[in-house]
Structures are given as structure tokens and as C-alpha cells.
């Protein structure tokens, strides 16, 4: 039977477990290294954002600075994660020739996803693999997997929930919990789990770690021997741990551009959520910087980086954006699992015609808070109808379950009503999704030439497939304060059963009432 290397590196700081994933996959791409499992932990409290992510965008600076967590930067796409000192990496290095590699990218995530499931019962769990890149037991996720390639070599892992601090992960990720009474961080907590809460206890770590690998063992029908780090690993450790612990690596190469001199645009492709944020020479309408991230897996990983290069100091026009794209694509065929070049293509030309908006009144903040249903903005005119979620009316309110609203005040529904009537336009406010579906398919059918609307950011990227369907156009409005979907009330809200109350921002409502009745 085969034999692959077992490499257990046990708790090291950030920068050198990020530092040694660079140097495995190095290794192994040059062939001077055998398969190998590796078994990572972090020595303090982590957080690693996705190699296409920027650390301002997800990560809360001061909370983690001032509680020692260390912030470091993945090689692999995928969201951010909070790594506490008990959980555990497993990472497989192999070649890509290898007859057990399969050429697809879904097909190895559920390759290697099976294997560590399989790993997980042998504990006594029933975890599954669950597309795209999720273990789950019942519903709930223990474990994120994702990968990346380098020439002829593939570096696939994963993370294990062991005894996980859901209340320490939400403090330092971008999630507003300042905001979350206690009820709420409980639905958060329903999302995850770990082994602790699944077996009632931690079992030992070598426990955990044998099963893991006994996964491997009959997935991939292979032996494992453990061996330490080589003389040159450890050689290459020391050369690179500076540059894995630099603020150039961590920070710099995806340094959130300032909101308030860019405009953005987030579109939800199937594999993950792509932002764009880009700054214009207003008067040439030349790109002087573009910033491409998300939490998609691109193969190879430095594909987003030549793309942004492509498009610094193009001109901005849709035909012009579309032919760098579209070329670049075509040349280089870069693999980003549900994320195609047409994604690429909406996204940035979205982020662009805002800039249709500044000489109208808005300013760059404002433009942030504004999505587009179906058409650009401009061609929104004249709407007949506003929206109005059911989320921003008053919690003791009798209207809050029912359609309507008495505008008595106590709430920003109430006065977005007005305001929608002294436009001459009607007002409907929406009490769950079935609801909003059948209101936009009979506004269209009834002739509706198009809408204003206000909903959360989050809803709109999930849902925007969904508002293109129905195919009536319009503008949708942030909502201020804490989403369904920042405490995970997300299902319950969708039958229009989401216990908090979000606000409307009825300043900017107004300007975009009076820009599209213009
Ligand atoms: S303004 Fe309308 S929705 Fe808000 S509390 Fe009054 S009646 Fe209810
Ligand atoms: S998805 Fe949730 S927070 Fe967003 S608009 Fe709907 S109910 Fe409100």
C-alpha cells in the first residue's frame, strides 16, 4: 500500500502556519516532497482572512489588536475565519497528476470533503460533505474547506471545530454585535457547531487527529507514516516567516480602497460573493485603481491580481471593461468555481455607472448604499411604487404582520409612505418573500414601469437573481441597523417572522425619489 507523510506541526504563531503552507505547496510543485497530510494549530487566537479578501472589510482592527489575535492572510480563497488555540487545520499536498486527483474542481472538493467526513465519524458524529465546500452535521457547519494550486501541485484543507468560542468569533469579525441582544447571538450560534457541543465533551486531540486521518487512509486507500519538518522546510521557514508576518502580505495586498473617493458594486455569483471597489479620475473616466475581492476560490490565486492590473488606468466605458475581461479570460482561463467572466463583467460595470450619480447630488458614500434591479440606474424613471419592508416597521406595531401602514409616526415606514405620495406614487409595504414575489410579478403584469424599494444589502445579493426573474426594474435602498442575516434570522424573516426592527434611510430615499422623478 502506498505511503504519504503525516506531518504534524502542532501550534505554531499565524505567520509561520501561513508561511509553511507557501513552502509545502513550493515543495511539492517541484516535486521534492512526498503526499502529505498535515496537521496545523494556531498558538494564540486567529484570524485568517481568504487570499481575495481585505482585512479592514472583515475583520474588527482594534478588538483584535487590543486582545492579542493574531490577523494573517490565507493563501486560499473561501470568507474569513476565527481560529481559537483548540481548533484544528488539516491540509493535504499533493500533485495534480495523481490518478486520485479529479480534474474538476467540484469534484475534488467533494473528494477531499468526503474523506474528512468520513474522518469525523469515525468519532462518532454524522458529518457530511455538503456542496460546495461545507461539513455539516445536521444542518450545521464544523467545517470550511478550500484550496489552491501551484503549476503541477494542489494544497486542499480544512478547518475543525473543536471547542469553538462563537461569542470570540463574532466579536472579531465584521459582524455588528454591538447590536445583538443575547437571543440574537444564540441564532448565530444555531448556524455552527463543534465537536464539544456534538459529543459532549473534547476528546483528546490525537483522538481527533487519528480519526482524521483514518478518513484519508480509506478515502485515498493509502498508509500514513509520520515524519517531521525536513532540514529545508525548516531552511525555508526561516527565509519567508518575515514576509508572512508583514503588514505588506497581511494588509497591503488587498488594502481596502477609502469608501468615501470609490464606488462599489457586490454581486452574489454561485461561487461567493464578488466586490468591486474602484476609483475613477472623475474627469477622464480612467481607472486609477481597482480592487477586486470576495470569498471565491480562484485557480490560479494570483488570476485576480493580473486582472486588476489590466483594468488600472483603463478607460471606464462598458465596451472597454468587457473586452479586458473577456480577453483575459480567453487567454489565460483561469478557474474560479462558479464565478464566470460575465460575473466579472456585471460587477465592475455596476460599480462604474455610479458615477452617473455624483453630479446628480449623491455623494460616494451614499452611492454605496444603492443597488440596481435589472437596468441602470438612469433608465429607473418615473417609478410608480415604493416598497417598503416589513423589518422597518415598529415591533408592537398591529400593521407589522399585515400589509399597510396608518402612518402614525412611530416609525420610518410611516414616513417613507408620505414621502412616496407627495411623488404621486403608492406605497406597499411587503410582509414576507412569498408576498414580494407575487406584489412585483402583479406590478409588472398590471404595466408598472418600475419601482423604488428598500431592503438590506445581504437580501439583495441572494436575491437579485430572483427581482431579474420577475423583470420589473428599479433602485433598492440599504437598510440601516442589524439584518436578519447578521443574526441569522434570515429563514425566519423570509416567512416574515424577524423578530428586530431596521431602519430606513429616509435622507437618501428622498434623493433617490427626487433623481429618478427628475
Ligand atoms: S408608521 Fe406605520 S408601520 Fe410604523 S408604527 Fe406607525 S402604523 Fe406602524
Ligand atoms: S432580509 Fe431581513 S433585514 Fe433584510 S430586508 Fe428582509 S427582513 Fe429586513
Not at 502529505?36 to 486567529?46: A, D, I
Not at 456542496?131 to 494550486?149: A, H, L, Y
Not at 481597482?290 to 462598458?318: C, H, M, Q, V
Request: aromatic content about 8%; some cysteine.
Amino acid at each position: 500500500m502506498e505511503t504519504w507523510r503525516l506531518l504534524d506541526t502542532g501550534a505554531r504563531s499565524a505567520a509561520e502556519n501561513m508561511a509553511l503552507d507557501e513552502i509545502l505547496l513550493e515543495l511539492k510543485a517541484g516535486e521534492k516532497i512526498p503526499h502529505t497530510l498535515r496537521f496545523l494549530q494556531f498558538s494564540h487566537p486567529t484570524v485568517l482572512v481568504g487570499h481575495h479578501q481585505s482585512v479592514e472589510e472583515e475583520v474588527r482592527l482594534d478588538y483584535c489588536q487590543t486582545q492579542g489575535i493574531e490577523i494573517n492572510r490565507r493563501l486560499t480563497g473561501g470568507g474569513a475565519l476565527y481560529w481559537g488555540t483548540k481548533e484544528l487545520g488539516w491540509e493535504i499536498y499533493i500533485s495534480k497528476k495523481d490518478p486520485r486527483i479529479p480534474s474538476r474542481i467540484e469534484d475534488l472538493y467533494r473528494r477531499m470533503g468526503e474523506a474528512a467526513s468520513l474522518g469525523l465519524r469515525h468519532l462518532g458524529i454524522r458529518a457530511y460533505f455538503r456542496p460546495r465546500n461545507d461539513i455539516e452535521i445536521q444542518g450545521r457547519k464544523i467545517s470550511g474547506t478550500g484550496g489552491t494550486e501551484l503549476s503541477s501541485a494542489i494544497l486542499f484543507q480544512g478547518t475543525l471545530l473543536v471547542d469553538f468560542d462563537v461569542d470570540e468569533m463574532l466579536r472579531a469579525l465584521r459582524i455588528p454585535t454591538e447590536k445583538l441582544q443575547d437571543k440574537e447571538i444564540e441564532s448565530v450560534k444555531e448556524r455552527v457547531t463543534c465537536l464539544k457541543w456534538e459529543l459532549g465533551r473534547t476528546p483528546p486531540m490525537r483522538t481527533i487527529k487519528s480519526a482524521l486521518a483514518k478518513g484519508f487512509q480509506e478515502a485515498f486507500g493509502v498508509r500514513f507514516q509520520e515524519k517531521p519538518l525536513t532540514g529545508e522546510e525548516e531552511g525555508e521557514l526561516k527565509n519567508k516567516l518575515s514576509y508572512f508576518s508583514s503588514q505588506d502580505y497581511i494588509f497591503k495586498i488587498r488594502n481596502a480602497l477609502p469608501r468615501r473617493k470609490t464606488l462599489s458594486s457586490i454581486l452574489k455569483a454561485p461561487g461567493g460573493l464578488i466586490r468591486i471597489s474602484v476609483a475613477l479620475d472623475g474627469k477622464t473616466q480612467i481607472i486609477n485603481q481597482i480592487l477586486i475581492t470576495g470569498d471565491f476560490f480562484a485557480y490560479p490565486k494570483r488570476a485576480i491580481f493580473d486582472l486588476e492590473s489590466l483594468l488600472k488606468n483603463a478607460k471606464a466605458s462598458p465596451s472597454n471593461i468587457e473586452g479586458i475581461i473577456r480577453s483575459f479570460f480567453s487567454d489565460k482561463k483561469p478557474r474560479i468555481p462558479g464565478v464566470t467572466e460575465t460575473h466579472f463583467v456585471r460587477a465592475i460595470e455596476e460599480a462604474i455607472q455610479k458615477m452617473y450619480l455624483l453630479p446628480k447630488g449623491f455623494d460616494e458614500e451614499e452611492t454605496h448604499h444603492l443597488f440596481p434591479v435589472l437596468k441602470p440606474f438612469k433608465e429607473v424613471k418615473k417609478p410608480e411604487v415604493l416598497l417598503l419592508p416589513y423589518c422597518a416597521k415598529e415591533l408592537e406595531c398591529g400593521y407589522r404582520n399585515l400589509q399597510g401602514c396608518e402612518e402614525c409616526g412611530r416609525c420610518s415606514v410611516g414616513d417613507a409612505a408620505k414621502m412616496a405620495r407627495s411623488f404621486g406614487m403608492d406605497s406597499i409595504t411587503i410582509q414576507n418573500y412569498e408576498e414580494l414575489e407575487s406584489t412585483l410579478s402583479s406590478l409588472k403584469h398590471s404595466g408598472v414601469r418600475g419601482f423604488i424599494g428598500s431592503c438590506c444589502e445581504p437580501f439583495y445579493g441572494k436575491h437579485r437573481p430572483d427581482f431579474e426573474r420577475i423583470g420589473l426594474s428599479g433602485i433598492l435602498i440599504d437598510v440601516e441597523r442589524s439584518t436578519c442575516y447578521d443574526l441569522g434570522q434570515e429563514k425566519e424573516a423570509f416567512k416574515g417572522r424577524f423578530e428586530n426592527q431596521t431602519h430606513l434611510n429616509l435622507p437618501l430615499l428622498k434623493k433617490v425619489l427626487e433623481y429618478s422623478h427628475d
